[in-house]
């Protein structure tokens, strides 16, 4: 039976021997038939997964590139960033008195803007970094670290107070990930309110696959009609937070797909006035799913063998 490729291309003939002549029933050669249409698939099959491999091989290599480039360029363009909001804070400084007050007006608007221009490079460099940041192994760690080191982070304020569970749980997760995750909803969450103070309570859920958090806090709430497209990238770049700075719309959009990226779903509940409520989960690594399951959270019914 001829091999041909899905072009028309030949490639060879699928063959029986046999030591003495002997005659195919229609059957048989069915079979024979069919088994050459098998061949020429997973030969097609082959072809593909090489052509796949050559590719991602080929993105792989890009991304790598544009991430060097992304962090060269970030390097490069935040010490003349610098610069230019020192030198107009000097200017202020200095010559407050003569420069006029419309003046210094476009100088505390020049501080402003070049400040956020620093905000998107860096937000912009965290997403080109996001995959290799989602690809780090899985490691053990206590909840209790993981919290304890978010509140350091962002709790340093006086009126920021938040609230997080007390277990002293060990989980298996990628720690790099998660910190990424938290960091950015409850930084989002003490910028965007307009309450005297912050308040944030951090839950957690051990569930058999997965591990579930929810980041809910006392801001001011996001329109109804911006719910669907608020973790698009430059979503809210039309948002002022606390001190008037607007915001970049990268962030949620990075929290999305790291999110995503190890293996996780999130979503968002919110109330203008009211705050809102993110929750999102992260899966275990396959020996913590086995053990949670093995223990007081196994689903009924379900054996060894069916989980394996």
């Known amino acids: 039976v001829p091999l041909t490729t899905p072009d028309g291309y030949k490639l060879g003939t699928l063959c029986l021997f046999d ?3 002997r ?6 050669q069915r079979a024979l038939i069919n088994m050459a249409r098998q061949v020429e698939a997973l030969l097609e099959l ?11 091989a080929q993105l792989q290599r890009n991304n790598d590139e544009l991430v060097h480039f992304a962090g060269t360029v970030a390097h490069d363009l935040k010490t003349p960033i610098a610069n230019i909001v020192n030198l107009a804070e000097l200017v202020l400084q200095q010559n407050r008195s003569t420069i006029g007050e419309k003046s210094a007006e476009w100088l505390v ?3 402003s803007s070049t400040r956020i221009l620093a905000k998107y490079i860096d937000e912009l460099l965290v997403a080109y970094t996001r ?12 909840l209790r670290d993981i919290f304890s080191e978010l509140k350091t982070l962002t709790e340093s304020a006086a009126d920021v107070g938040i609230s997080v569970p007390l277990d002293d749980l060990e989980i298996s997760v990628n720690r790099s990930a998660l910190m990424q995750i938290l960091l950015n909803l409850v930084t989002n969450a003490i910028k965007f309110c307009d309450e005297p103070r912050v308040e944030i309570s951090i839950s957690f859920v051990d569930k058999p696959c997965t591990y579930e958090f929810t980041v809910q806090d006392n801001g001011r709430g996001i329109a109804a009609q911006q719910l669907q497209s608020v973790f698009d990238l430059f ?3 039309s948002i002022q937070d606390r001190q008037g700075n607007l915001g970049t719309g990268i962030g949620l959009s990075n929290v999305r797909k790291l999110v995503e990226r190890v293996g996780g779903e999130i979503s968002v509940q919110s109330t203008l006035g009211q705050g809102s409520i993110f929750r999102f989960s992260v899966a275990k690594s396959l020996q913590s ?3 949670s399951t093995t223990g007081r959270d196994r689903m009924p019914g379900l054996s060894d063998r069916e989980l394996t």
Do not use: C, G, H, I
Not at 46 to 56: A, C, F, I, V
Not at 132 to 141: G, R
């Open 235 to 237: 979503s809210s770049s």
């Open 46 to 56: 082959r072809y593909q997964n090489r052509l796949l491999l050559e590719t991602r």
């Open 131 to 142: 995959d290799k940041l989602a690809y780090e192994p899985a490691q053990v760690v206590k």
């Open 19 to 21: 030591r003495e002549p």
């Open 109 to 111: 608007k020049l501080k």
């Open 23 to 28: 005659t195919l029933s229609e059957e048989t």
């Open 289 to 291: 799913a086995l053990s």
